[in-house]
């Protein structure tokens, strides 16, 4: 089970670097315009916005990645716990208020790896 909690939290790490590429580099370009369904205009003046949410969204990573350095079972438990809970957290909330979209592509990775490091 533990290695199964690791695979999950590094996946939701990965995928929280991802978002934070699109977001900081991508936003205006065709790649983050398609992901998010943007139009030109509407991407260019919220580009700062969109960068912002990025680096939040690379801390979340780091701080994910930092449980995983301490050990899943160990020392890195409650970091996990602490980070995939913002994770499943900050999903529900973009669902709720941006795009039904992020339960399913945010909060639902972070729920299902969040409960596998529960469960060690």
Not at 39 to 47: G, I, L, R, S, W
Not at 106 to 111: I, N, T, Y
Request: aromatic letters at 12%; a positive charge.
């Amino acid at each position: 089970m533990q290695m199964i909690a690791i695979g999950l939290a590094a996946l939701v790490a990965l995928l929280h670097l991802y978002f934070l590429v699109l977001e900081m580099f991508f936003w205006t370009k065709p790649l983050g315009r398609k992901a998010f369904g943007l139009k030109a205009d509407f991407a260019e003046q919220t580009k700062a916005l969109a960068a912002n949410q990025g680096l939040y969204n690379g801390f979340l990573a780091a701080g994910l990645a930092w449980g995983l350095i301490q050990g899943a079972a160990g020392a890195g438990k409650p970091w996990l716990v602490f980070f995939l809970g913002c994770v499943v957290v900050a999903g529900v909330f973009g669902a709720a208020t941006a795009s039904k979209k992020i339960l399913f592509v945010q909060a639902l990775p972070g729920a299902i790896a969040l409960a596998a490091v529960l469960a060690i």
